[in-house]
């Protein structure tokens, strides 16, 4: 089983739609989670952290659920610039930085 | 702030070839990471480096591979001998408390 499994897509929605991707990752000792997303032929970014209690960034809402060891990433009213690969990122290793990567979730918003 | 800094961004080289990538990470931060991204295996963790000593690199894939942080500011990940399945884009990154990494623009390298 991977570490970190993602839908690779791509999401076609229309703007103003809502979106969710999941994830799900093996090691159940992670202790730290995120969601970064990436652009065509650049870096990564951080877009937000996703803490036990589901936090929220405007129209962004990232969840954990422990129990099921997947993490969710809500987008309201999609805009054009939201086309971006996002990518779910966990805390495996032993030392805090060592982040695990999923392949990231392709989303395609339309006019 | 400048942010995290790499170069080249682009190198096309022959197979053999001696490759050197560098990096500068952000001012202060005291983690620096090294990543490789291809289309068949993601971003894969090569190695991490804390207050310039390396921590971690079982994800350097083989001896060919090195890596070296002489100071706070500078970075290097040398390929020798290069070969076609090195080609791959090369980022950097760091970070200082979590959460997160920030990540530089990172190096595309081909191997011919």
Same mark, same amino acid.
Request: include cysteine.
């Given at each position: 089983?991977?570490?970190?499994?993602?839908?690779?897509?791509?999401?076609?929605?229309?703007?103003?739609?809502?979106?969710?991707?999941? =994830?799900?990752?093996?090691?159940?000792?992670?202790?730290?989670?995120?969601?970064?997303?990436?652009? =065509?032929?650049?870096?990564?970014?951080?877009?937000?952290?996703?803490?036990?209690?589901?936090?929220?960034?405007?129209?962004?809402?990232?969840?954990?659920?422990?129990?099921?060891?997947?993490?969710?990433?809500?987008?309201?009213?999609?805009?054009?610039?939201?086309?971006?690969?996002?990518?779910?990122?966990?805390?495996?290793?032993?030392?805090?930085?060592?982040?695990?990567?999923?392949?990231?979730?392709?989303?395609?918003?339309?006019? | 702030?400048?942010?995290?800094?790499?170069?080249?961004?682009?190198?096309?080289?022959?197979?053999?070839?001696?490759?050197?990538?560098?990096?500068?990470?952000?001012?202060?931060?005291?983690?620096?990471?090294?990543?490789?991204?291809?289309?068949?295996?993601?971003?894969?963790?090569?190695?991490?480096?804390?207050?310039?000593?390396?921590?971690?690199?079982?994800?350097?894939?083989?001896?060919?591979?090195?890596?070296?942080?002489?100071?706070?500011?500078?970075?290097?990940?040398?390929?020798?001998?290069?070969?076609?399945?090195?080609?791959?884009?090369?980022?950097?990154?760091?970070?200082?408390?979590?959460?997160?990494?920030?990540?530089?623009?990172?190096?595309?390298?081909?191997?011919?």
């Amino acid at each position: 089983r991977k570490e970190v499994e993602q839908d690779p897509g791509p999401f076609n929605v229309p703007e103003g739609a809502t979106v969710a991707f999941n =994830c799900t990752y093996s090691n159940s000792a992670s202790q730290s989670f995120f969601w970064y997303r990436q652009d =065509c032929r650049k870096e990564p970014k951080l877009l937000m952290s996703v803490y036990s209690s589901g936090n929220e960034d405007g129209r962004f809402t990232a969840q954990l659920n422990r129990a099921s060891q997947y993490i969710s990433l809500l987008i309201r009213d999609s805009k054009l610039s939201d086309s971006a690969t996002y990518l779910c990122v966990v805390n495996i290793g032993s030392g805090y930085s060592t982040l695990t990567f999923g392949k990231g979730t392709m989303l395609l918003v339309s006019p | 702030d400048a942010g995290v800094i790499q170069s080249p961004r682009h190198e096309v080289t022959e197979m053999g070839q001696e490759v050197t990538l560098r990096c500068k990470p952000i001012s202060g931060h005291d983690y620096l990471f090294w990543y490789r991204q291809t289309m068949m295996r993601g971003l894969e963790l090569l190695i991490y480096f804390n207050n310039n000593v390396p921590i971690d690199d079982s994800g350097m894939p083989e001896d060919r591979f090195s890596a070296k942080m002489p100071n706070a500011s500078f970075s290097t990940l040398k390929i020798q001998p290069s070969e076609p399945r090195d080609s791959a884009v090369y980022f950097c990154a760091s970070e200082s408390q979590p959460p997160g990494q920030f990540f530089g623009p990172g190096t595309r390298l081909t191997v011919l």
